[in-house]
């Protein structure tokens, strides 16, 4: 199911230059582990000018979203994650940056990311994980990372753009379950 509305807007009546073309789809989705169908947001925008008299920047709208948001650059391997990744990790994001994903993803979902992440690629398409991560604070939580690719204006794949969502109340609630039925 699937029904989408797309717009665009202007400047804020406070005088914030905000120019953000974009389109909205709700998408119904199951998974073939769950057999569940749940609703899904899907929203895809692009920031044509973010400017303020007061200073705000690009990088501070990306900045604040509320997700785990990393890139990729496919030539030269140059990786980038918001300060949402840093907080959870406990890693900078310099650091962050050098740091191989088999140092915090658990040991158990290792092969099975390393699986999607090279079919996803070989494929060039869209593809998810769903794997536990370790925070800060040493304790793994459940995660699903969806991975886009993106094309240069000659369809070239040029990076990976990659969200990470908290999924672990779902998870823990659908293995629950799992375990109650046996």
């Known amino acids: 199911d699937i029904g989408g509305r797309s717009g665009s807007a202007g400047a804020d009546p406070a005088g914030v230059t905000l120019e953000l073309a974009g389109s909205r789809y709700d998408v119904t989705v199951s998974r073939a582990d769950d057999h569940a169908e749940r ?10 000018g973010v400017g303020s008299p007061a200073g705000n920047s690009y990088q501070s709208w990306v900045d604040a979203i509320p997700v785990k948001l990393a890139t990729l650059r496919v030539k030269s391997g ?12 406990g890693i900078s994001g310099e650091r962050l940056a050098t740091t191989p994903y088999s140092a915090f993803v658990h040991a158990e ?4 990311v390393r699986d999607a992440i090279d079919s996803g690629r070989a494929a060039r398409r869209p593809f998810s994980a769903e794997y536990r991560a370790r925070r800060h604070d040493g304790q793994y939580f459940w995660q699903l990372t ?3 690719p993106v094309h240069d204006a000659d ?4 990076a990976w753009v990659a969200t990470t969502t908290d999924v672990h109340e779902r998870r823990t609630a659908v293995d629950a379950a799992r375990q109650g039925e046996q």
């Open 155 to 158: 369809g070239e794949l040029v």
């Open 146 to 148: 969806e991975f886009a």
């Open 109 to 112: 979902d290792l092969p099975a």
């Open 39 to 48: 609703p899904r947001l899907v929203v895809s925008f692009s920031l044509v």
């Open 78 to 89: 140059e990786r980038w994650f918001n300060p949402a990744w840093a907080e959870y990790t």
